[in-house]
């Protein structure tokens, strides 16, 4: 969110008040007063100092540029671990990191609510190309902290009938982490 002066809100910006839960949409701009219609449908004024500017939505592309130039450099500058173990048919698990910061460049820019989301449509993305791949088994890294996104990953994973998920190996993977193995004939 960014604090800008009157002249830099118009007419259908997207706004929030600092000190409220307020959102809404900038109606009118009467020098350093705007009218903004809340979510809630009612005409509000605040002076411009009171509101910041919403981004227009979370998924632009510039919360996305720094994604590919940022793994780019993680490969390049970390050391070369000893491979993972393959599975029984010999190919390596898909690992997907799950981390927001390894997703977004700027996740301070993001409501925690679209962090969870972006997460869980980044792993159901991630899923649904590796099934269509055939790949046998995915490792998704979602980290330790409260288990909100382990408990709505899990929920994501038990909507697909073809799978079998599980505690990913702590050894290799740390605590984390949910490995998901794909059913020969399901």
């Not at 910006?13 to 007063?33: E, P, Q």
């Not at 592309?61 to 490969?75: A, C, E, L, R």
């Not at 698990?93 to 799950?98: G, R």
Request: charged letters at 30%; hydrophobic letters at 35%; zero cysteines.
């Amino acid at each position: 969110m960014y604090r800008l002066s009157s002249n830099s809100f118009h007419t259908g910006d997207r706004v929030s008040v600092i000190n409220d839960a307020i959102t809404g949409t900038v109606k009118t701009i009467d020098g350093d007063r705007l009218t903004i219609v809340s979510d809630e449908g009612f005409d509000l004024v605040f002076q411009s100092n009171e509101l910041v500017l919403e981004p227009e939505t979370w998924l632009e592309h510039k919360h996305m540029t720094g994604f590919w130039s940022k793994k780019k450099v993680d490969q390049d500058s970390k050391p070369k671990k000893a491979p993972v173990k393959r599975s029984k048919s010999g190919t390596q698990p898909m690992i997907v990191d799950l981390h927001i910061e390894k997703l977004v460049k700027n996740p301070s820019k993001m409501a925690k609510w679209e962090l969870l989301d972006f997460q869980i449509n980044s792993a159901k993305n991630q899923l649904d190309w590796a099934l269509s791949k055939r790949k046998e088994r995915i490792i998704f890294i979602h980290g330790i902290g409260e288990g909100v996104l382990k408990a709505e990953l899990e929920t994501l994973l038990r909507r697909y009938d073809n799978i079998r998920f599980y505690p990913a190996n702590a050894s290799e993977f740390g605590a984390g982490a949910i490995e998901v193995y794909r059913l020969q004939n399901p």
